[in-house]
């Protein structure tokens, strides 16, 4: 079995910063891309950044040059340092990985349990 775990959300003020970050954890051998996901009450989970095992990233309009991704392969876990973080950044955030190779079979679409943040002053 594999666990996808986040942390760091919170309360922040507009304007602010947050670095979210999630471990995944049981027998792996590979994790392919792994991402960050959103969902605000009453709308469907959007993208907000998906880092591959090569270190290729890829953001929406919506966060570009505000969010950047990262990820540890070793040690199998990703952040999102968030800044200058609006009101409409407001949601549950969820992290995701694609592809896990546990050495005997593939899992696929793994996510976290979610961790709200919310911006707010």
């Known amino acids: 079995q594999v666990q996808l775990v986040e942390s760091g959300g919170g309360l922040v003020q507009p304007g602010g910063s947050l670095r979210l970050s999630c471990a995944a954890s049981?027998?792996?051998?590979?994790?392919?891309?792994m991402g960050w996901y959103r969902q605000a009450p009453g709308k469907q989970r959007e993208l907000v950044a998906r880092?591959?095992?090569?270190?290729?990233?890829n953001y929406p309009d919506s966060v570009k040059g505000r969010f950047t991704i990262s990820r540890d392969n070793a040690k199998n876990t990703v952040s999102l340092q968030m800044n200058s973080l609006k009101p409409e950044d407001t949601a549950v955030y969820y992290c995701?990985?694609?592809?896990?190779?546990?050495?005997?079979?593939?899992?696929?679409?793994?996510w976290g349990q979610g961790t709200q943040v919310t911006v707010s002053s």
């Open positions: 995701n990985a694609d592809r896990i190779w546990s050495g005997r079979n593939y899992l696929y679409d793994q």
């Open positions: 049981g027998t792996i051998f590979s994790i392919n891309t």
């Open positions: 880092i591959t095992s090569g270190g290729s990233t």
